[in-house]
């Protein structure tokens, strides 16, 4: 059973910085790719980034250049490092394990957080 626990959300001005966590457990963290979406209010769920189990990353054109991900294996974690927020980025950020298929697709992962609360003031 994997079970992925996110951290690091809160209240924060705009242009302000974040850093999410994600820590997951079992031993084959390691060998999956791994993705952070984010859903607000009355919108559907949105792809963030995602990063393979060799460390290459991909973000969202949205985030690009404020946003970046990365990953320690050793310590099972993901990070979603968030800089120049604005207030649309405001949502629930949910990590995920990536079954298989493309990133941007949410069905195609199979375990998830429970998510942690993102708000940006403007």
């Known amino acids: 059973q994997v079970q992925l626990v996110e951290s690091g959300g809160g209240l924060v001005q705009a242009g302000g910085s974040l850093r999410l966590s994600c820590v997951a457990t079992?031993?084959?963290?390691?060998?999956?790719?791994m993705g952070w979406f984010r859903q607000a209010p009355g919108k559907e769920r949105e792809f963030v980034a995602s990063?393979?189990?060799?460390?290459?990353?991909t973000v969202a054109d949205s985030v690009k250049g404020r946003f970046t991900i990365s990953r320690d294996n050793p310590k099972n974690t993901v990070y979603l490092q968030m800089n120049s927020l604005k207030p649309e980025d405001t949502a629930v950020y949910y990590c995920?394990?990536?079954?298989?298929?493309?990133?941007?697709?949410?069905?195609?992962?199979?375990?998830w957080g429970q998510g942690t609360q993102v708000t940006v003031s403007s």
């Open positions: 079992g031993r084959t963290f390691a060998n999956y790719d």
């Open positions: 990063i393979t189990w060799t460390g290459g990353g």
């Open positions: 995920a394990r990536k079954r298989a298929g493309a990133v941007v697709v949410w069905t195609n992962y199979d375990y």
